[in-house]
């Protein structure tokens, strides 16, 4: 069973000077307690539907041709698109990449711990690129140079760069 649950609470019309109107579903994704929300056309979904089914066993999909676009059918549109997610991560052990990549789900462990370092297979380099975003960032390297108003040395730094660099003297 896996560790993410999926609903579709809304959708909104789109229109556009260019092309046809169109509308979006709002996908809320919420995975290991962190909720992120993706926005997709039925189009996507479409797409995805057709690259799954060649790899892995799939519910069907809404009927991609709606003759009327009032509330009431693209309300039944979006609640078949939301059970079709949730049928999908159900009913399949491994979720392949793509279906990931669809839900904006950059880690997803489906592998167990002991097999979680990789395969020895050659990987391409986009899907060996970090995706981890900075968690702290400084005005400054705080390391590099004391601050001038710093009246106390950071023993701890000092103990570590001693460490490193000179393991054969005595501390002070």
């Known amino acids: 069973m896996h560790n993410v649950r999926i609903s579709i609470p809304s959708f909104r019309s789109e229109d556009n000077p260019m092309e046809k109107g169109y509308t979006v579903f709002k996908i809320e994704v919420l995975m290991n307690g962190r909720q992120h929300t993706v926005e997709k056309r039925y189009s996507e979904f479409h797409n995805l539907h057709k690259i799954l ?6 519910p069907e999909i809404p009927s991609k041709h709606v003759r ?12 078949g698109l ?5 049928t999908i991560i159900m009913e399949n052990e491994v979720l392949p990449k793509i279906f990931l990549d669809f839900l904006n789900i950059r880690h997803f462990p489906s592998l167990p711990k002991t097999e979680s370092c990789g395969s020895f297979e050659m ?18 390297d705080p390391y590099l140079l004391p601050s001038t108003h710093d009246t106390f040395s950071n023993v701890v730094i000092e103990g570590v760069i001693h460490g490193i660099f000179y393991p054969d003297l005595q501390p002070r």
Request: no cysteine.
């Open 123 to 140: 990987e391409s380099e986009e899907s060996s690129k970090l995706t981890h975003q900075p968690t702290m960032l400084y005005q400054r």
């Open 82 to 86: 939301e059970l079709y997610l949730q």
């Open 53 to 58: 089914k060649k790899s892995i066993k799939l």
């Open 68 to 79: 009327n676009w009032v509330p009431k059918v693209l309300e039944q549109r979006r609640h």
